[in-house]
């Protein structure tokens, strides 16, 4: 059984900064790309930013240069630190990891999401 369990959610002013952790545990050969996702109410998922095990990265246009996405491999753990937030980025943020486990095929697991506030 694997888990995703996400952490580092909260309200926030529009300024300020935000750090978010999600830390994959239980029975995992190995993981390929993490990735965050944002859905705001009415909206579709969107991805905000995605890392590969090798380190490489990619975000979305709308927070490029304010947010950062890294990863601790040993730890199985993927952060997002949030800077400069903007209301526009009030949404609930999941975790997303493709991996593997014993006896399965590689596949998408996903946390549990947790809320971001932006609001004065």
């Known amino acids: 059984q694997v888990q995703l369990v996400e952490s580092g959610g909260g309200l926030v002013q529009p300024g300020g900064s935000l750090r978010l952790s999600c830390a994959a545990s239980?029975?995992?050969?190995?993981?390929?790309?993490m990735a965050w996702f944002r859905q705001a109410p009415g909206k579709q998922r969107e991805l905000v930013a995605i890392?590969?095990?090798?380190?490489?990265?990619d975000y979305a246009d709308s927070v490029k240069g304010r947010f950062t996405i890294s990863r601790d491999n040993a730890k199985n753990t993927v952060y997002l630190q949030m800077n400069s937030l903007k209301p526009e980025d009030t949404a609930v943020y999941y975790c997303?990891?493709?991996?593997?486990?014993?006896?399965?095929?590689?596949?998408?697991?996903w946390g549990q999401g947790t809320q971001v506030t932006v609001s004065s």
């Open positions: 997303n990891a493709y991996l593997r486990t014993p006896g399965r095929l590689a596949s998408d697991y």
């Open positions: 890392i590969t095990s090798g380190g490489n990265t």
């Open positions: 239980g029975s995992i050969l190995s993981i390929s790309h």
